[in-house]
């Protein structure tokens, strides 16, 4: 097994790593890892959507957005919900006309994983600057890189791969620093029953539609005039006064032939 040892992170050990080199490891350990991490701070993104259900065929539904879109969700699992006074619904136990809001939570923090690898042991062979053996306290030997500019610390003095000898016990450690980022969804669902429709008053007949019957045609009459208060004088009497003079005319010429035959008759009988 190798291990790369940084220069750039051990070269603060001299002034201030004496706490680090303090750290006892147990006497079976050959190469001690200590993971930690640090944690920014969380930036949080609400997103909210809102609909309403129009339509539903098993698991497939059809929602009406806020903007006035459709938008259809096939296959939708039966393990969705939506939380409708306190209490789950899926997608069998919805109604059209339900109203639903969506809320999408995502959550993004930045983190660094710093990983500190601590390696003591005595020198058993060193072939500077490339590599050196190391007798492990648990007394087996291992070989290690050395990566350049890499620092040793010995009985408290920081020395280079040069001044390694055999016999020294040394001690030296790898600091790496790995930034992440951290992404986390939550979604709520929330909705809304449709109202049920009101209930007829007891008092008050249920009536039926049925569909209206055509009207009649309506009838054009001619419009009366109003009679008028007095008739107009269109002739004058003297036509009048002719028709009688005619009928009196007839009646005397029907008397004297009814006379000449009575007369007649009469005297051809003596």
């Not at 009196?248 to 009814?258: D, E, F, Q, V």
Request: charged letters at 20%; a positive charge; aromatic letters at 4%.
């Amino acid at each position: 097994m190798s291990i790369r040892f940084s220069a750039k992170l051990l070269s603060g050990l001299l002034g201030g790593s004496v706490a680090c080199l303090a750290l006892s490891l147990s006497a079976a350990a050959q190469v001690q890892t200590q993971k930690t991490e640090a944690h920014g701070p969380t930036a949080k993104e609400v997103k909210v959507e809102r609909g309403e259900i129009v339509y539903i065929n098993g698991n497939n539904v059809v929602i009406k957005m806020q903007d006035g879109s459709l938008r259809h969700f096939d296959n939708v699992p039966d393990s969705t919900t939506v939380m409708v006074d306190g209490k789950p619904v899926n997608i069998h136990t919805a109604k059209v006309g339900m109203k639903i809001e969506k809320q999408t939570i995502v959550s993004t923090t930045p983190k660094v994983i710093t990983t500190v690898e601590t390696v003591t042991g005595t020198v058993w062979h060193v072939s500077p600057p490339i590599s050196v053996i190391l007798t492990l306290e648990n007394g087996t030997n291992q070989s290690f890189k050395i990566p350049k500019g890499q620092k040793f610390m010995v009985n408290g003095q920081e020395k280079d791969a040069f001044g390694l000898k055999k016999g020294m016990k040394i001690q030296a450690q790898r600091v790496t620093e790995v930034p992440e980022t951290v992404v986390a969804q939550e979604v709520k669902r929330t909705g809304k029953m449709p109202p049920p429709p009101p209930e007829p008053k007891a008092d008050i007949p249920i009536l039926v539609a049925t569909a209206p019957a055509a009207a009649p045609a309506p009838v054009e009459t001619a419009a009366t005039e109003p009679a008028p208060k007095k008739l107009p004088k269109t002739a004058s009497d003297f036509p009048l006064i002719g028709v009688l003079g005619a009928l009196l005319c007839a009646a005397s010429l029907i008397g004297m032939a009814i006379r000449k035959t009575t007369a007649l008759f009469f005297g051809a009988k003596a």
